[in-house]
């Protein structure tokens, strides 16, 4: 697993969802989704962690994760 910190490797990772979706027979046809996603991705970087598997120098795989962080409370 490698992490990803480039937008280069954001939109790599972006492609394999996109392919994952389509697996899963949902149309890749969404306007921009890549590029909105992008710029959240790039915009929550210090909060997010992505992870992608390689093979063979091609992504494979896909893993994210966003850090809450919550103010104390008494519960």
Do not use: K
């Not at 210090?46 to 896909?62: C, D, L, R, T, Y």
Request: charged content about 25%.
């Amino acid at each position: 697993m490698v992490g990803v910190e480039t937008r280069e490797d954001m939109r790599a990772a972006l492609e394999v969802v996109g392919q994952m979706f389509g697996d899963l027979g949902t149309p890749d046809s969404t306007e921009g989704w890549r590029d909105r996603a992008l710029e959240a991705l790039a915009e929550r970087a210090a909060s997010a962690a992505i992870f992608v598997v390689v093979e063979e120098g091609q992504v494979v795989g896909v893993a994210a994760g966003i850090v809450d962080q919550r103010l104390p409370s008494p519960r």
